[in-house]
């Protein structure tokens, strides 16, 4: 086990590593700092660009648009945080077996254009 990020403790004379949890670092609040807090994820962007594109999708359907292969675990977070943060709405039907969908808010869709222009800005940067 590596010591990056553990506490070794001293005992009978041998060195033992425990994994200590990482702990958040109080950052002074600004814009910038809270646009790479909710989007510190490459997923938050990409899974916004497909809804932006595609519409409203079900929860499958949306894992198989999103390009580089999202895991089941890490889209449902993903989702999880946008709806949090209200960029998306996540609509459940009454059904059986139950049906979800998700599309982009007015907030997320306003959010959409100048997502592009950093696709344009990152394209011709590249």
């Not at 086990?1 to 670092?25: L, N």
Request: with cysteine; proline share 7%; aromatic share 8%.
């Amino acid at each position: 086990m590596s010591a990056t990020y553990a506490e070794v403790s001293f005992r009978h004379s041998e060195a033992v590593a425990t994994p200590k949890k990482m702990e958040k670092i109080a950052v002074p609040s600004s814009p910038a700092c809270a646009l790479f807090e909710r989007f510190g994820s490459r997923w938050a962007l990409l899974v916004l660009l497909t809804l932006a594109r595609r519409g409203v999708l079900r929860f499958g359907e949306l894992a198989r648009a999103v390009p580089g292969g999202i895991s089941e675990r890490m889209l449902a977070s993903t989702l999880r945080d946008l709806e949090q943060a209200g960029l998306l709405a996540r609509k459940v039907w009454p059904e059986v077996p139950p049906r979800v969908e998700y599309r982009l808010t007015p907030k997320g869709e306003s959010l959409v254009p100048l997502l592009e222009q950093l696709l344009d800005w990152a394209a011709k940067n590249a």
